[in-house]
């Protein structure tokens, strides 16, 4: 339901906001996650419908954003990814003792939001590293294969992924570890 501020807020425009309730949306984190070493990026693909995708799923209760972005990509693929700091501007406060406009973070590289059978969907995107020398494999839940997942190019990810939003995400995480390895290059990277 959409609502419009009220007119003490003693701006000169009414700011428009919407209003979900905690039983219309679902907090859920994804990965971009990179072998740096071989630079591949991990992909999957649902065994029953074909949609190719990057690892996500909905946060539990009490459950960080960033633990819930690494479980869910641990349970899709079996593949243990760590955060992978970046340089993307945040507008979440740095830390006190932190005065750099450079600063390396782990906070969400992005975020979007789609429905899904009626629901609010509200993804927020990390950056994750992992071995890809595990390979390729499927995920099994009850028996049954669900998931497929592999490791794959830039360019091989980008014709494989269904969702334009997912390649946006690729391509925004790969930029941001492009400068993050040229940073650690020169030495001046985490």
Not at 21 to 30: E, N, Q
């Amino acid at each position: 339901m959409s609502k419009t501020s009220d007119s003490q807020d003693h701006s000169d425009q009414a700011i428009p906001y919407d209003i979900n309730y905690s039983f219309d949306f679902v907090l859920c984190s994804g990965t971009v996650t990179v072998d740096l070493r071989r630079g591949v990026l991990l992909t999957i693909k649902s065994l029953s419908t074909g949609v190719s995708f990057l690892p996500r799923g909905r946060k539990r209760a009490g459950e960080t954003l960033i633990t819930a972005a690494v479980r869910a990509t641990r349970e899709q693929t079996r593949i243990d990814c760590r955060p992978l700091q970046h340089d993307m501007r945040t507008l979440a406060p740095a830390p006190a003792s932190t005065f750099s406009s450079n600063t390396w973070t782990t906070e969400p590289l992005a975020m979007y939001q789609q429905v899904v059978k009626g629901k609010r969907e509200v993804i927020f995107w990390y950056i994750t590293e992992a071995d890809s020398s595990l390979g390729h494999g499927t995920h099994e839940q009850a028996g049954t294969p669900d998931f497929a997942y592999c490791w794959a190019t830039k360019e091989q990810a980008w014709q494989a992924l269904t969702y334009d939003a997912d390649r946006i995400v690729v391509r925004i995480a790969l930029q941001a570890v492009c400068r993050l390895s040229q940073a650690v290059a020169q030495g001046r990277g985490p």
